[in-house]
């Protein structure tokens, strides 16, 4: 990977370490479907200096936390493996079920699961001869390098077992192949996690059970079927009375017993297999055995694992296929199709046009239309939601109704975290001219804002006084501290909600409302202390919270998993106005300057934070932006450095290859990757201004359907030609830093003349920066 320096002054890109280009022509084309690697994600960055103080004692690097499992786009399920027990511990903050460097595995998933997969049930473990039973699991060793993964596929040898496990997935069914050795006890064992339920097995070749969560995210109902009968079997709970993580499981094994109920509810199914002998399992979930049964009959109606496979490919390969690049590095060509691969992470299908699903009440209701899991809105909000826009218009449509179907169901639209942000996917998607009732939506939108009892909090004090006090502990409020209110951050985040309520409200005519939210949308000026040029925390008296350094990183204190220094560039929607208060342009690019090369050297951790170039944290969402700044004060040649900088050393950098800042938060981070590398990134993504970068290849070509192509051509371009010299769209000379989606809507093609030294004319002019609530 190539290494790009950025030096303090003037901002220029050192030559140390540079590789020669590699061009399309210099080596053999791979399909993209071949290219993306479901590995990448799973590893944490190794790098000191790009992890700064984190992690904690105790705990592994935050890793991109996704999932090799095999699964279709947006898909329901995912035929994953599992190798953190993360009923015994929690290493990642979040419920995560796999990392790279995890030496042994406990088992495989079969379903969607929660947020990032670790919640997915039940778990599915081949073991030959001896097993524990969960929560403890027989472990087994596997070999990294028979581990192969790639778009529907996952495949990996357990030594411990001299066991092969393959996964594909359909759109609802998972099929696994376990080749075994030759053992009277080949077994396969299948359980729920802690809160149980019930498990049964039914006949010498099926096993069934419900969870014991009323609403599981699959439907809590599952069926597994295998393709030879078994030769024993027996099942296995929680022995009940126990204390807890004592006498877990083998006082409760009973062979023979074909039903049980309990805490970790389980069955074991034993076979007597020869060498190399294969055994399949194809498990569907529902909310009946009914729908599940009537699921496996449909997507997999016998037991042919490679047509399966063969499907799960064709239907990746279609949807890869419709970005083409060319030139570039072979790994920048792979983390771009690896990331494009991710970013089809979220939102899950969670239930096709005129099938039952439990809505989000538990109340089981007949779709009418495809309905989509929540978005997440403060993470994919900001930037993959618009990559879907642009490529899957029709599957925004459904995302929409499906998140208006869950606002209508519990009164409230959706948010996440400390932000509203649901209006970004309907004003973008309003903007770049999606079909859809955009006006029965905003009386949900509204509420959000307006309704102190909604999801918005502390949204009365936000209303009276314009900002979000925050309470100063009686102690250190460095990581882990999690209790406070994130005021100064919230405050920011609503501001910028507000904004889009603003241009919303405008677009429907309701001139009152527009007026209000675009007053609220200036709200963020008030958590900005001009004595010290950052935003910072008050207290209910208005007082600055003191003591303050904007380099220590707070997870709810003043700000939301950020520092001062990150926070402080949390203004997508009025960027100008933001120079304005840091003194013009000349102040705020030594700001931006600063930002970018002061080191990082907090007292407190910061789990969070990794992906450090300077105070800025790539692998967390406040400031990711920011890179992208320099194109509204006048020196663009910088943001160009920096994106190819940020994409260089915060992907992959590490000794696997498969490295990632931060979380992914479910196709986030990935989606920053392959916007950007294509050349532009939509900073603020409510409205349709898509601001430019530096392009990774040579060209690019981007499919928006309807034989519409937005195509990227960057001439002369390598890894030490990174600046902008001059640019044309459809021909036509170009030299503003953005462009619309109106300028793009019906296809286009930008050509950029890439050159080694900055073209300090180019976009640097005022009139040429892109749009913000604060005039020029």
Same mark, same amino acid.
């Given at each position: 990977m190539v290494n790009l320096a950025l030096a303090v002054s003037g901002l220029t890109l050192a030559a140390a370490g540079l590789g020669v280009a590699v061009h399309a022509q210099d080596v053999p084309s791979q399909a993209p479907v071949d290219l993306a690697d479901p590995l990448v994600g799973t590893a944490a960055l190794d790098r000191q200096d790009l992890i700064g103080n984190a992690p904690p004692p105790g705990e592994p690097v935050y890793s991109g936390q996704t999932s090799p499992g095999a699964r279709l786009p947006h898909g329901s399920v995912a035929a994953s493996p599992v190798n953190n027990n993360i009923e015994l511990q929690y290493p990642n903050g979040v419920a995560v079920p796999y990392y790279y460097t995890n030496p042994t595995m406990i088992g495989f998933t079969a379903g969607g699961g929660s947020t990032y997969g670790g919640r997915a049930e039940p778990i599915i473990m081949p073991v030959v001869g001896d097993w524990s039973p969960a929560p403890a699991y027989k472990e087994a060793y596997y070999d990294k390098a028979r581990e192969k993964t790639s778009p529907g596929y996952y495949s990996v040898y357990l030594d411990t077992f001299k066991t092969q496990a393959e996964l594909t997935a359909t759109r609802w069914a998972s099929v696994m192949r376990f080749t075994f050795p030759a053992s009277e006890r080949s077994n396969v064992i299948i359980n729920f996690p802690r809160h149980g =339920?019930?498990? /049964?097995?039914? &006949?010498?070749?099926?096993?069934?059970? *419900?969870?014991?969560?009323?609403?599981?995210?699959?439907?809590?109902?599952?069926?597994?079927?295998?393709?030879?009968?078994?030769?024993?079997?027996?099942?296995?709970?929680?022995?009940? =009375?126990?204390? /807890?993580?004592? &006498?877990?499981?083998?006082?409760?094994? *009973?062979?023979?017993?074909?039903?049980?109920?309990?805490s970790y509810a389980g069955s074991y199914v034993t076979f007597k297999t020869t060498a190399g002998e294969q055994v399949l399992m194809k498990i569907a979930h529902g909310t009946s055995y009914e729908q599940a049964e009537q699921r496996l009959r449909d997507e997999v109606p016998g037991w042919d694992f490679d047509r399966v496979h063969a499907a799960a490919r064709s239907e990746w390969a279609n949807l890869l296929n419709r970005v083409q690049v060319t030139g570039g590095t072979e790994k920048q060509r792979k983390l771009f199709y690896s990331t494009l691969f991710q970013s089809f992470a979220s939102p899950r299908l969670i239930a096709a046009k005129g099938e039952q699903f439990a809505d989000t009440n538990g109340k089981v209701q007949t779709a009418t239309h495809d309905r989509y899991g929540p978005v997440p809105f403060w993470d994919t909000g900001r930037n993959q939601i618009v990559l879907l826009e642009l490529m899957e218009p029709e599957v925004v449509q459904n995302i929409m109704a499906s998140e208006l179907d869950m606002a209508r169901e519990k009164g409230y639209m959706n948010t996440s975290f400390h932000g509203d942000n649901a209006v970004f996917l309907y004003l973008g998607a309003w903007e770049r001219g999606i079909p859809f009732d955009y006006e029965a939506v905003y009386e949900y939108l509204r509420k959000n804002a307006v309704d102190p009892k909604g999801p918005r909090g502390y949204l009365a004090e936000y209303m009276k006084q314009g900002w979000i006090s925050d309470i100063v502990p009686d102690h250190n409020p460095s990581p882990p501290y999690a209790g406070g209110k994130a005021g100064a951050a919230t405050t920011m985040e609503y501001a910028w909600d507000d904004y889009a309520l603003a241009q919303y409200a405008k677009k429907l005519g309701k001139t009152d409302d527009y007026k209000m939210f675009l007053k609220r949308a200036g709200n963020y000026a008030n958590v900005f202390d001009k004595s010290i040029g950052f935003i910072r925390g008050r207290t209910a008296d208005g007082k600055w919270i003191a003591p303050f350094d904007p380099q220590e990183p707070y997870y709810n204190f003043m700000m939301k998993e950020a520092s001062g220094w990150s926070t402080l560039w949390l203004a997508p929607h009025d960027v100008q106005g933001l120079i304005?208060?840091?003194?013009?342009?000349?102040?705020?690019?030594?700001?931006?300057?600063?930002?970018?090369?002061?080191?990082?050297?907090?007292?407190?951790?910061?789990?969070?934070?990794?992906?450090?170039?300077?105070?800025?944290?790539?692998?967390?969402?406040?400031?990711?932006?920011?890179?992208?700044?320099?194109?509204?004060?006048?020196?663009?040649?910088?943001?160009?450095?920096?994106?190819?900088?940020?994409?260089?050393?915060?992907?992959?950098s590490d000794a696997a290859g498969y490295g990632y800042p931060g979380m992914d938060d479910q196709g986030a981070t990935s989606s920053w990757y392959m916007l950007s590398a294509m050349g532009f990134y939509p900073v603020d993504p409510s409205s349709q201004d898509y601001i430019i970068g530096s392009p990774v290849f040579d060209d690019v070509s981007l499919d928006m359907g309807n034989g519409r192509k937005l195509r990227i051509v960057a001439k002369n371009n390598s890894p030490t030609n990174v600046y902008i010299q001059s640019a044309t769209l459809n021909g036509k000379p170009w030299n503003k830093t953005w462009f619309s989606h109106d300028d793009i809507k019906q296809g286009a093609t930008f050509v950029f003349t890439m050159g080694p030294t900055p073209n300090k004319k180019w976009g640097a002019a005022p009139d040429t920066a892109p749009p913000s609530m604060t005039a020029r």
């Amino acid at each position: 990977m190539v290494n790009l320096a950025l030096a303090v002054s003037g901002l220029t890109l050192a030559a140390a370490g540079l590789g020669v280009a590699v061009h399309a022509q210099d080596v053999p084309s791979q399909a993209p479907v071949d290219l993306a690697d479901p590995l990448v994600g799973t590893a944490a960055l190794d790098r000191q200096d790009l992890i700064g103080n984190a992690p904690p004692p105790g705990e592994p690097v935050y890793s991109g936390q996704t999932s090799p499992g095999a699964r279709l786009p947006h898909g329901s399920v995912a035929a994953s493996p599992v190798n953190n027990n993360i009923e015994l511990q929690y290493p990642n903050g979040v419920a995560v079920p796999y990392y790279y460097t995890n030496p042994t595995m406990i088992g495989f998933t079969a379903g969607g699961g929660s947020t990032y997969g670790g919640r997915a049930e039940p778990i599915i473990m081949p073991v030959v001869g001896d097993w524990s039973p969960a929560p403890a699991y027989k472990e087994a060793y596997y070999d990294k390098a028979r581990e192969k993964t790639s778009p529907g596929y996952y495949s990996v040898y357990l030594d411990t077992f001299k066991t092969q496990a393959e996964l594909t997935a359909t759109r609802w069914a998972s099929v696994m192949r376990f080749t075994f050795p030759a053992s009277e006890r080949s077994n396969v064992i299948i359980n729920f996690p802690r809160h149980g =339920g019930t498990v /049964e097995i039914v &006949g010498d070749a099926k096993v069934r059970g *419900v969870s014991e969560q009323s609403r599981a995210t699959d439907g809590a109902y599952f069926v597994a079927e295998f393709s030879k009968p078994f030769t024993a079997l027996g099942t296995f709970r929680k022995a009940p =009375g126990e204390h /807890e993580g004592w &006498g877990i499981g083998n006082s409760d094994v *009973v062979p023979g017993r074909r039903d049980v109920s309990g805490s970790y509810a389980g069955s074991y199914v034993t076979f007597k297999t020869t060498a190399g002998e294969q055994v399949l399992m194809k498990i569907a979930h529902g909310t009946s055995y009914e729908q599940a049964e009537q699921r496996l009959r449909d997507e997999v109606p016998g037991w042919d694992f490679d047509r399966v496979h063969a499907a799960a490919r064709s239907e990746w390969a279609n949807l890869l296929n419709r970005v083409q690049v060319t030139g570039g590095t072979e790994k920048q060509r792979k983390l771009f199709y690896s990331t494009l691969f991710q970013s089809f992470a979220s939102p899950r299908l969670i239930a096709a046009k005129g099938e039952q699903f439990a809505d989000t009440n538990g109340k089981v209701q007949t779709a009418t239309h495809d309905r989509y899991g929540p978005v997440p809105f403060w993470d994919t909000g900001r930037n993959q939601i618009v990559l879907l826009e642009l490529m899957e218009p029709e599957v925004v449509q459904n995302i929409m109704a499906s998140e208006l179907d869950m606002a209508r169901e519990k009164g409230y639209m959706n948010t996440s975290f400390h932000g509203d942000n649901a209006v970004f996917l309907y004003l973008g998607a309003w903007e770049r001219g999606i079909p859809f009732d955009y006006e029965a939506v905003y009386e949900y939108l509204r509420k959000n804002a307006v309704d102190p009892k909604g999801p918005r909090g502390y949204l009365a004090e936000y209303m009276k006084q314009g900002w979000i006090s925050d309470i100063v502990p009686d102690h250190n409020p460095s990581p882990p501290y999690a209790g406070g209110k994130a005021g100064a951050a919230t405050t920011m985040e609503y501001a910028w909600d507000d904004y889009a309520l603003a241009q919303y409200a405008k677009k429907l005519g309701k001139t009152d409302d527009y007026k209000m939210f675009l007053k609220r949308a200036g709200n963020y000026a008030n958590v900005f202390d001009k004595s010290i040029g950052f935003i910072r925390g008050r207290t209910a008296d208005g007082k600055w919270i003191a003591p303050f350094d904007p380099q220590e990183p707070y997870y709810n204190f003043m700000m939301k998993e950020a520092s001062g220094w990150s926070t402080l560039w949390l203004a997508p929607h009025d960027v100008q106005g933001l120079i304005g208060l840091l003194g013009g342009r000349d102040r705020f690019n030594a700001k931006l300057d600063e930002f970018f090369t002061k080191p990082y050297n907090p007292n407190g951790i910061c789990r969070d934070c990794t992906g450090l170039i300077g105070q800025y944290v790539h692998g967390n969402q406040p400031d990711q932006q920011a890179p992208y700044y320099y194109n509204w004060s006048g020196q663009p040649w910088k943001t160009q450095a920096l994106v190819r900088k940020i994409l260089d050393l915060t992907y992959g950098s590490d000794a696997a290859g498969y490295g990632y800042p931060g979380m992914d938060d479910q196709g986030a981070t990935s989606s920053w990757y392959m916007l950007s590398a294509m050349g532009f990134y939509p900073v603020d993504p409510s409205s349709q201004d898509y601001i430019i970068g530096s392009p990774v290849f040579d060209d690019v070509s981007l499919d928006m359907g309807n034989g519409r192509k937005l195509r990227i051509v960057a001439k002369n371009n390598s890894p030490t030609n990174v600046y902008i010299q001059s640019a044309t769209l459809n021909g036509k000379p170009w030299n503003k830093t953005w462009f619309s989606h109106d300028d793009i809507k019906q296809g286009a093609t930008f050509v950029f003349t890439m050159g080694p030294t900055p073209n300090k004319k180019w976009g640097a002019a005022p009139d040429t920066a892109p749009p913000s609530m604060t005039a020029r």
